[in-house]
């Protein structure tokens, strides 16, 4: 036996498999045949890396520093926060670990070979390169193999190409040397839908396409989100101009004669309450609950960053089939009898035939009505009744049944679309109960058509076939026309290749259909000639219908839709056209465009390009990879194990939860229970309401932090004694950082929210704007703290009272000062300050929290307040709103027309 440099058999078709001591020494050589994965990281090790975030290291130096100092609440709420975040953290993590075992189960459970001459049935895991695989209708494919046997072979590849038609496959032929062509191929995962024969493994495990998309998938490297990114770059700056400002304040004091261990304990109780320890656990709280919201919306999000990062979004890119259309074939348009009918609706019971903007019912138009049936009976779809029961139209139906809506039909996409238009244009009879199927000559790849003799109910017997126009017409003497049969001429054949040519232009599949009625029963050999040309059926898989709003609403919101397709350049264009996805001054490339441009070529033009057909899984990682070195913030949509790559890659990765591979859901970031395109709009309206609130309470927190060391800093700095106590700092801190933060992080959105455009990925998180406010405001609770604090020191001389009113003064700015937070652009008074009833319930509890501490004797003690006179309370109140009142002026004067 000739044999190639790796030990595979050459593809002759006189080979009868490898023998089995042989198969063993290759099983030794080559592995089992399953997807390998790289050593993953330890339970505990995962766990561990929760720890390194640099705003959780501050957190834990926060309670060492608490407990310390016997502030033991402080101390265990931190430890909450930090437990909370790294679990949450922890079991995202461990989920993406799944991905790997889930492509493993997509192999074929088991499969026959030939092996010592006999058939023999093993495991999928025990093929290897060499083996000789029988191949057979609705078997998955084992191994990477080349065809030397094939009879009538389709494969559905749409879950490495993304195409949604089943591909033609072909024997190698030897003539064409050694190495097989593309046609003969046949890849493990794969699906036969049609056909049988015998093919030669060539690549197993690893080697295989399969085991190359589960190479690309280990090596996606997890990138931090946009929040991610900002949070920890707040974190850093916040820790770093608190320290300086402490280190300051307590200088300051020492060297005015306090006592070193007073200012110290003041110093180090400012730093653990001028960092916002409460900052990660609203941050996880806002995300869960927009978790929960998008969850009612159709949306599964696996891993809490995400859910911020999608409303950042500026580009999703989606596959076609299956995402943006609905992975099925639909007849579109049919010609016959000199008319072009439009096909809407293709549902059976509900197909809506029209010429010219008006209804046709195929009762009246006795060529579309054959074309139909024609089309329906010359196939082999089975039908699934709801009862399990299954409907063959190769043999006579008894009972007629009359709910057509409610069957599930199985057959070759092309042949289903087909029988379902028949049975939308209520055929139902003519299709299942008055023919009969006699005999049949299928479909062959030279032949490219397929006829089947049938028997009506009145014992007539007719010719039925269908396959490429070309190929038909040449078997056709006479033509169907609205005058009638008429013998076919040079003239009738050119138009009716124009037609042909007009429907392959608009990417449908075109058909071709003729008929003839035999005087007696004719033998199969003469079946296919003289027949009468009745007409071309055009197919597609048509985009869903939610899809068309969808994209519209992406458009509005500033987000480019990228179409990235397996399919041909030509569907791809007429789909996204149709979805308004493609745009006249939008560029296509295909898979070989990209190979010529690369990595540079393609960032040059890639803002203009909306189309992306013909390419593979390793197309779309890089095209992934390019859009987000371009500074774009990408979201990916797909279901097959070809999307797994480019989704785990991209900075929001979008799957399918009905028709998705588990490869593709658990390489995700979020899964749409609907599989609905439109669902992707709803998150990004959720992810920007987060990142909206999220910038609420970032602006309300460290605004009150600023305030509170202002406070004490300034108080210092002019030399009076000090503001407010340690353990007061820690109780304000408490109070305020706590519910209303809270409820600030779920605000409803605001009615503009879907009209900006989004935010960059590298924007900082206190753009337009936001930091100015921050200090402006922080800068004012500091003063009206210390104006009532010095206030009450000059007029009474009583610092424990002083110290009191500045207490309760700084706790009622920022009280107040949450509801100017609820909007950047209105002031509060133009915003509802009661449509968040969870804000004022939990502004309610401090206040009551705050006024515990000053007028119950044990709190007194505790924080060392006195009660506060009728004058003093004035103050505080005066003071207390001069905030919102300045806000509010300057707000105006800043956005006063010109």
């Known amino acids: ?209 399969m085991g190359k998309i589960a190479d690309m998938i280990q090596n996606s490297e997890d ?74 919306r159709k949306a599964l999000v696996r891993k809490l960053p995400s859910v911020e990062a999608l409303g950042c979004a500026d580009i999703i890119c989606s596959d ?51 074309v139909l049936k024609a089309g329906a009976l010359c196939g082999n779809v089975s039908i699934e009744l709801p009862e399990r029961k299954t409907i063959s139209i190769i043999s006579k139906i008894k009972k007629k049944i009359k709910t057509p809506e409610s069957w599930h039909l199985n057959g070759d996409p092309t042949e289903k679309a087909l029988m379902e238009a028949a049975l939308g244009a209520g055929l139902i009879d003519d299709v299942l109960h008055n023919n009969k199927k006699l005999d049949e000559i299928p479909f062959d790849s030279d032949r490219k058509c397929m006829s089947v003799l049938c028997k009506d109910a009145l014992h ?46 608009e990417a449908l599949r075109v058909l071709g259909i003729g008929y003839k009625k035999l005087n007696g029963r004719s033998f199969l050999g003469k079946m296919e000639s003289s027949l ?55 560029k296509i490339l295909t898979g070989s465009d990209l190979d010529r441009l690369g990595e540079y070529g393609l960032q040059r033009i890639a803002e203009n390009v909306s189309i992306y057909a013909r390419v593979t899984p390793r197309h779309k990682l890089a095209i992934v990879k390019t859009l987000k070195k371009m500074g774009h913030t990408v979201a990916m949509t797909g279901d097959g194990v070809n999307d797994a790559p480019a989704v785990k890659e991209a900075d929001i990765g979008v799957s399918m939860g009905l028709t998705g591979t588990d490869v593709t859901r658990e390489a995700s970031s979020m899964i749409l229970t609907d599989d609905n395109f439109a669902t992707i709009v709803s998150a990004v309206e959720e992810g920007r309401i987060i990142y909206s609130n999220i910038r609420k309470f970032i602006r309300y927190l460290l605004s009150c932090n600023i305030g509170e060391v202002l406070t004490m800093f300034l108080g210092m700095l002019v030399g009076l004694p000090i503001p407010l106590l340690p353990i007061q700092i820690l109780w304000v801190n408490l109070v305020t950082d706590g519910l209303p933060a809270i409820a600030l992080g779920l605000e409803p959105a605001e009615k503009d929210i879907m009209t900006d455009p989004p935010r960059k990925s590298g924007e900082n998180i206190f753009s337009d704007g936001l930091g100015f406010l921050i200090i402006k405001r922080g ?29 309760m003064t700084l706790v009622l700015t920022q009280l107040i000062h949450v509801f ?42 505790i924080f060392k307040t006195v009660p506060l006179t009728p004058d003093e309370w004035v103050l505080i109140l005066g003071f207390s709103i001069l905030g919102p009142i300045f806000s509010s002026f300057f707000k105006k004067k800043k956005y006063k027309p010109s």
Not at 253 to 273: D, F, K, N
Not at 336 to 361: H, L, P, Q
Request: glycine share 8%; proline share 4%.
């Open 1 to 209: 036996m000739l044999r190639t440099g790796n030990g595979t058999p050459r593809l002759n078709g006189d080979y009868n498999g490898l023998k089995e001591k042989e198969a063993e020494k290759k099983l030794e050589i080559h592995g089992l045949n399953i997807i390998e994965s790289k050593k993953g990281i330890s339970t505990f090790k995962i766990f561990l890396n929760q720890f390194k975030d640099f705003m959780v290291l501050i957190l834990i130096a926060s309670t060492l520093v608490s407990a310390a100092m016997g502030e033991i609440i402080e101390a265990v709420t931190i430890v909450a926060i930090i437990v909370i975040n790294s679990v949450l953290g922890f079991v995202q993590e461990f989920k993406t670990e799944r991905t790997l075992d889930a492509l493993k189960e997509m192999a074929a459970p088991g499969c026959r070979v030939i092996r010592d001459g006999k058939v023999n049935e093993i495991p999928a895991t025990q093929v290897v390169p060499g083996d000789l695989i029988i191949i057979e209708e609705g078997d998955k494919v084992a191994a990477d193999s080349v065809l030397v046997e094939a009879k009538n072979i389709n494969v559905d590849e749409s879950l490495l190409t993304g195409e949604s038609v089943p591909v033609d496959k072909n024997a190698h032929n030897e003539n064409n040397g050694k190495y097989p062509e593309k046609e003969a191929c046949i890849f493990m995962g794969t699906a036969i839908t049609r056909g049988r024969g015998r093919a030669i493994a060539f690549a197993t495990g690893m080697k295989t396409e």
């Open 460 to 505: 007539g017997h007719y010719v039925y076939t269908k396959g490429a126009p070309g190929v038909v017409l040449e078997k056709c003497g006479k033509i169907l026309t609205s005058k009638g049969i008429v013998p076919m001429d040079k003239a009738l054949k050119t138009g009716i290749l124009t037609i042909n040519d007009r429907m392959a232009s």
């Open 779 to 807: 800068l004012l609770l500091g003063l009206c703290t210390l104006a009532v604090f010095a206030s009450i020191l000059y007029f009474t001389g009583n610092v424990p009272l002083a110290r009191t009113g500045g207490f």
């Open 820 to 861: 100017e937070c609820k909007s950047e652009k209105r002031t509060i008074f133009e915003i509802p300050l009661f449509n968040n009833v969870l804000l004022v319930f939990a502004v309610l509890c401090s206040l009551c929290m705050i006024l515990a501490a000053v007028y119950i004797p044990f709190l007194q003690n």
């Open 223 to 296: 990138n931090e989100t946009p929040l991610q990114k900002r949070l920890d770059q707040l974190g850093k700056y916040i820790v770093m101009g608190c320290l300086l400002v402490c280190a300051i304040v307590s200088i300051t004091g020492i060297l005015r004669g306090e006592a070193i261990l007073t200012m110290l304990m003041a110093g180090i109780s400012l730093a653990v309450a001028a960092v916002p320890e409460g900052l990660p656990a609203v941050v996880t709280i806002a995300l869960a609950i927009g978790v929960q919201r998008m969850l009612k």
């Open 320 to 370: 076609k089939t299956g995402t943006l259309t609905e992975n099925r074939m639909q007849v579109k348009s049919i010609y016959t009898a000199g008319r072009i009918f439009t096909v809407k609706n293709s549902r059976r019971n509900k197909t809506e035939f029209m010429f010219r903007d008006r209804k046709v019912s195929p009762d009246a138009s006795k060529p579309l009505s054959l």
């Open 532 to 586: 009468v040309f009745v007409g071309l059926v055009g197919m597609i898989d048509p985009p869903r219908k939610e899809a068309y709003e969808a994209v519209k609403k992406c458009r509005l919101a500033g987000i480019k839709p990228v179409m990235i397709t397996g399919d041909h350049r030509l569907t791809a264009h007429a789909i996204a056209k149709e979805l308004h996805i493609w745009q006249s001054t939008d």
